[in-house]
């Protein structure tokens, strides 16, 4: 791994004045507004413009090109940073070979199962799929609030997709037989079956007005959390993915 480069640690240690030279400004102006010492500041302009992130127009200063999208990058990066952190309670519990897009986590709605609420997080990602006209979703475990959805989305006529595993089509077709029946027979919904096993579900609801997705992730004592959002790099990553495994997936006859 290599040494962070210069005008990285020049961005990151100069990002409140940078930020503030995004219109052309003096040097006492500046002082005032970010509220540093005129040494700091003149001490900052000088790393600036060494680097070429500022430039100077008489008796003002003003970021560059280059100055503007540094400081963009350097916010994005802190911005994924966060979300990962954030994230990171639920996808703890993924082994470590997973591999999350980091921009669709910005902006999520994380919640963690807890022992008071185990099944808060599948309640929340039910709140969000809430008037959707399609759900696109692939998922490696039955549980009954599933089942409780899955006779819902029969009822309303919405158009469904599922991909799931072969051990969690067994235990669907075996524990809920009349159910399983009855959304094997609707003609709004269409089932894949995947052989490989799936490190989370995941699942896409398409509303009149908007999309969101999520992933739900599971552990062998039951729902770790869910990491819900309705970004378009979020929806975008979930509907990648899901499109990846009903490829590899066999319709259901």
Known sequence: MGEIPPHADVVAKRRDVLTALSTPTTKPQLVERVDYSRSTVDRAIDDLLDHGFVERRGSEYVATYAGREAVAAYEGFLDRLDAVEAAQP?????????????TALHGAEVIESTKAAPVAPLEAAT???TGATELYAAGLSVLPHYIEEV??????????????TESAFDVFSST??????????A????????????PYALWIA??????????????????????????????????????RRRRDADPLD
Do not use: Q
């Open 176 to 185: 809920y037989e009349a159910v399983c029946r009855a959304f094997l027979d």
């Open 127 to 129: 709140t969000l799929g």
């Open 187 to 198: 003609d709004n919904v269409t089932v894949y079956i995947i052989e490989e096993s799936l």
């Open 206 to 243: 398409e509303k009149r007005e908007e999309t969101v997705s999520g992933i739900i992730v599971h552990t062998d004592d039951g729902i770790s959390g869910v990491i819900n959002n309705d970004t378009a790099a979020m929806n975008e990553w979930v509907r990648e993915e899901y499109e």
């Open 90 to 102: 639920v996808l703890g519990a993924l082994p470590p070979s997973v591999d999350i897009e980091p």
């Open 151 to 164: 006779g819902e989305l029969v009822e309303d006529d919405d158009e469904t997709e599922l991909v799931l």
